[in-house]
């Protein structure tokens, strides 16, 4: 067996069968005689290609295979390399490289520092010294892309390596899944259970890990109000449950002032403090207990004030759950400021109660809605349910807060966002005195 045919057989038992990619002819030997059991998704470029395979990856739960061409698709495909490493994605990439006999000579479509090429941005990276090496390290890629933190590693493969005789390497299967110590459980449980105020702040580690919903289920025993830790990737919470009080800012003063709400807090699957700005942090060493379990090294030794635990933020739940009764904590009225409220409209809009307020006193985030026909169709009513308006004529204009105007059709339907205002006017001189009527959503 030749290197193609061993490291399509190791993929097949990795479950890589599905192969993202922008080929070239450093490529050509790869696809050779390409199995029908493998599907490849074509890409027109490489970060359209890492972009997919980081969503795909993101989706399935598994690791992901990625075939981009040389130092130019690492190259045009690094902005796609950099968020899959934020979002610690289990990546493979291999990137194809010219033939070994002309290395050394500067070859067209080279790579001369193909390991080098994608750093800091990859756990690992790779050129095999042999051709018979590159199954063995197609296996380790996928050993550390999985790791926890997982995230994308790079081997490149000389396209003369393809041909070459090579034998399986031997599968190990590894668990990376650490429980938490039973004693820091049972501390962050008596701090929980015994406060007034509890909070939980969730990252994508709780997604990526499948406990989206053992959180909420926690969050319900506990009766603790939710936030999403600043900067998450993922959706963690059900952002319409009763206990979510919206997204922590990334700036330490505000973020500190919301924590200081909470007499005990616990962070799970994010970085405790992701700030976006600069500000004053001595303030957070008079903070409330503030507790975290993550599976990244690097955001537990980036806490300062945290009392961290390196594990699985899924097995970290879990702990938890057995420790804590559904019920006996809940909180009646959660602390819901920040969680913007959705429109709730039960009746038509031409019905509703009209404003005086004008264009320029409302709120920048409202959404205006102009009318530019003639006199007799100013006062014609707007069908609306919920907040779904559907447009009877042409010339609806929908302003944003930049104020672009984007112009609707005839029977066309608009989906209003949160607290929606429209506006009908007639501003044209033929049309005599501009007149408007501003309608308000109720909640």
Same mark, same amino acid.
């Not at 493979?92 to 790579?111: C, N, V």
């Not at 941005?121 to 926890?148: F, G, N």
């Not at 029977?411 to 005195?433: E, I």
């Given at each position: 067996?030749?290197?193609?045919?061993?490291?399509?057989?190791?993929?097949?038992?990795?479950?890589?069968?599905?192969?993202?990619?922008?080929?070239?002819?450093?490529?050509?030997?790869?696809?050779?005689?390409?199995?029908?059991?493998?599907?490849?998704?074509?890409?027109?470029?490489?970060?359209?290609?890492?972009?997919?395979?980081?969503?795909?990856?993101?989706?399935?739960?598994?690791?992901?295979?990625?075939?981009?061409?040389?130092?130019?698709?690492?190259?045009?495909?690094?902005?796609?390399?950099?968020?899959?490493?934020?979002?610690?994605?289990?990546?493979?990439?291999?990137?194809?490289?010219?033939?070994?006999?002309?290395?050394?000579?500067?070859?067209?479509?080279?790579?001369?520092?193909?390991?080098?090429?994608?750093?800091?941005?990859?756990?690992?990276?790779?050129?095999?010294?042999?051709?018979?090496?590159?199954?063995?390290?197609?296996?380790?890629?996928?050993?550390?892309?999985?790791?926890?933190?997982?995230?994308?590693?790079?081997?490149?493969?000389?396209?003369?390596?393809?041909?070459?005789?090579?034998?399986?390497?031997?599968?190990?299967?590894?668990?990376?899944?650490?429980?938490?110590?039973?004693?820091?459980?049972?501390?962050?449980?008596?701090?929980?259970?015994?406060?007034?105020?509890?909070?939980?702040?969730?990252?994508?580690?709780?997604?990526?890990?499948?406990?989206?919903?053992?959180?909420?289920?926690?969050?319900?025993?506990?009766?603790?109000?939710?936030?999403?830790?600043?900067?998450?990737?993922?959706?963690?919470?059900?952002?319409?449950?009763?206990?979510?009080?919206?997204?922590?800012?990334?700036?330490?003063?505000?973020?500190?002032?919301?924590?200081?709400?909470?007499?005990?807090?616990?962070?799970?699957?994010?970085?405790?403090?992701?700030?976006?700005?600069?500000?004053?942090?001595?303030?957070?060493?008079?903070?409330?207990?503030?507790?975290?379990?993550?599976?990244?090294?690097?955001?537990?030794?980036?806490?300062?004030?945290?009392?961290?635990?390196?594990?699985?933020?899924?097995?970290?739940?879990?702990?938890?759950?057995?420790?804590?009764?559904?019920?006996?904590?809940?909180?009646?009225?959660?602390?819901?400021?920040?969680?913007?409220?959705?429109?709730?409209?039960?009746?038509?809009?031409?019905?509703?109660?009209? @404003?005086?307020?004008?264009? &320029?006193? +409302? %709120? #920048?985030?409202?959404?205006?809605?102009? *009318?530019?026909?003639?006199?007799?169709? $100013?006062?014609?009513?707007?069908?609306?349910?919920?907040?779904?308006?559907?447009?009877?004529?042409?010339?609806?204009?929908?302003?944003?807060?930049?104020?672009?105007?984007?112009?609707?059709?005839?029977?066309?339907?608009?989906?209003?966002?949160? @607290?929606?205002?429209?506006? &009908?006017? +007639? %501003? #044209?001189?033929?049309?005599?005195?501009? *007149?408007?009527?501003?309608?308000?959503? $109720?909640?």
């Amino acid at each position: 067996m030749n290197v193609r045919d061993v490291s399509r057989e190791l993929m097949r038992e990795l479950g890589l069968k599905k192969v993202f990619g922008n080929p070239g002819s450093t490529e050509i030997p790869f696809l050779q005689d390409w199995p029908d059991d493998f599907d490849y998704v074509l890409g027109l470029q490489e970060l359209s290609v890492v972009g997919m395979a980081d969503g795909y990856a993101q989706a399935s739960g598994e690791a992901v295979f990625v075939n981009l061409h040389s130092a130019a698709g690492v190259g045009h495909a690094m902005g796609g390399i950099y968020t899959a490493y934020l979002n610690q994605t289990p990546m493979i990439i291999t990137a194809g490289q010219q033939s070994r006999d002309l290395l050394l000579r500067r070859p067209f479509l080279g790579s001369m520092e193909a390991t080098e090429l994608p750093k800091p941005y990859v756990k690992w990276s790779c050129e095999p010294a042999r051709p018979q090496d590159v199954p063995l390290a197609l296996l380790k890629a996928h050993t550390i892309a999985m790791q926890h933190p997982r995230g994308p590693v790079l081997v490149s493969i000389p396209m003369d390596d393809w041909n070459c005789p090579a034998d399986m390497p031997h599968l190990l299967h590894r668990s990376d899944e650490h429980a938490p110590p039973v004693q820091a459980v049972e501390n962050v449980v008596s701090a929980l259970t015994t406060s007034e105020n509890p909070s939980l702040v969730l990252g994508p580690g709780v997604a990526r890990s499948g406990a989206r919903r053992a959180a909420i289920k926690l969050a319900e025993h506990l009766g603790a109000t939710v936030y999403t830790a600043p900067m998450a990737s993922r959706s963690v919470f059900d952002e319409t449950h009763h206990l979510f009080a919206g997204h922590l800012p990334a700036a330490p003063r505000p973020l500190l002032q919301e924590l200081k709400k909470h007499d005990a807090s616990l962070v799970i699957g994010a970085p405790a403090f992701a700030f976006h700005v600069s500000g004053d942090l001595s303030a957070f060493g008079n903070m409330p207990p503030v507790f975290q379990f993550d599976d990244n090294p690097d955001a537990v030794a980036s806490a300062f004030g945290v009392q961290s635990t390196m594990c699985s933020p899924r097995l970290a739940i879990e702990a938890l759950l057995q420790q804590t009764s559904p019920g006996k904590h809940r909180k009646k009225n959660p602390d819901r400021s920040r969680r913007p409220r959705p429109v709730r409209v039960s009746v038509p809009m031409a019905s509703w109660k009209p @404003s005086t307020h004008s264009y &320029r006193k +409302t %709120p #920048h985030s409202w959404r205006k809605l102009r *009318r530019t026909k003639t006199p007799s169709e $100013r006062l014609s009513p707007i069908p609306c349910t919920g907040n779904i308006l559907q447009c009877p004529a042409a010339g609806w204009d929908l302003l944003s807060r930049q104020r672009r105007a984007l112009r609707f059709q005839k029977n066309s339907t608009v989906l209003l966002p949160l @607290s929606a205002t429209v506006r &009908r006017c +007639t %501003p #044209h001189k033929r049309f005599g005195p501009s *007149r408007s009527v501003i309608f308000r959503s $109720r909640y």
